[in-house]
């Protein structure tokens, strides 16, 4: 059974750091692109930052600079490094394929920044 598993989230205060970390089973991880994504309070899910197998990375505008995707295949894992975050960062954050895959949405991980 494939799983997507997310976890790192927490409190901060603005302007602190967070490390997500998204462990995948399965095969998926090997021959797809990763992706986080972010849905806000009130808000529908965003696309946050992509990756592909080689390494290639995309950001939305509202975290370029400040947000760092990642991944150890050797490890299945994808990582988010959080910098600078701000309180419109707060919501749940998820890891899944890009493009997204319905039934690969786990719990995510709750971030929420303080001001």
């Known amino acids: 059974q494939v799983q997507l598993v997310e976890s790192g989230g927490g409190l901060v205060q603005a302007g602190g750091s967070l490390r997500l970390s998204c462990e995948a089973s399965?095969?998926?991880?090997?021959?797809?692109?990763m992706a986080w994504y972010r849905q806000a309070p009130g808000k529908q899910r965003e696309l946050l930052a992509s990756?592909?197998?080689?390494?290639?990375?995309d950001y939305a505008d509202s975290v370029k600079g400040r947000f760092t995707i990642s991944r150890d295949n050797a490890k299945n894992t994808v990582y988010l490094q959080m910098n600078s975050l701000k309180p419109e960062d707060t919501g749940v954050y998820y890891c899944n394929l890009r493009p997204s895959v319905g039934v690969l949405w786990g719990q995510g991980t709750q971030v929420t920044v303080s001001s």
């Open positions: 990756i592909t197998r080689g390494g290639n990375t």
């Open positions: 399965g095969n998926i991880f090997r021959v797809n692109a």
